[in-house]
């Protein structure tokens, strides 16, 4: 195989894994696993795997979790939904399964959590999540304001 077809094969394969991501990104709520993942992308779940891992960084299943743990996080924020239906809302069908993981990536349980953000919030010290959000989203190159040239 030339190189160049085997670039053109690599940059296929990317397209494919990139599908998948946005999948994982558009419906992390539905029951997705990684044999569901690989048949819409007509692989089988081992170099679907590999593929994504050598991609992305991480698994396919972590970037579904990663994806969810972030959602419920928004979720419970909010402050009005328990853990369970935080849970739920967010695809996870084991409350124990969702909790083990919002504690690995997040530091503390869910419902400790949701009680930090709320005393927080009485206590003033955190502002409202959409500034938090406003504030903490990447600059893209033409949003950034230009270079002050005094600086240089």
């Known amino acids: 195989m030339s190189t160049r077809s085997a670039d053109e094969q690599r940059l296929r394969q990317l397209v494919v894994l990139r599908r998948v991501r946005d ?3 558009r419906e992390y709520a539905q029951p997705l696993d990684v044999e569901a993942l690989a048949r819409g992308a007509h692989m089988s779940a081992g170099h679907l795997s590999r593929e994504f891992r050598s991609a992305f960084g ?7 979790m990663t994806r969810r743990i972030e959602r419920a996080m928004a979720l419970l924020r909010r402050g009005d939904l328990s853990v369970t ?12 399964t969702f909790s083990t993981r919002f504690t690995e990536l997040v530091g503390v349980s869910p419902r400790a959590y949701r009680d930090q ?3 927080e919030e009485r206590a003033g010290g955190e502002p409202p999540s959409c500034v ?3 504030a903490a989203r990447p600059v893209r190159n033409r949003e950034a304001p230009p270079a002050l040239s005094h600086l240089a």
């Open 132 to 134: 938090v959000k406003s």
């Open 58 to 64: 991480e698994s396919p299943y972590s970037y579904l």
């Open 85 to 96: 239906e935080v849970c739920f809302a967010v695809g996870c069908s084991s409350l124990g």
């Open 23 to 25: 999948r994982i990104d």
């Open 117 to 119: 953000v709320a005393a």
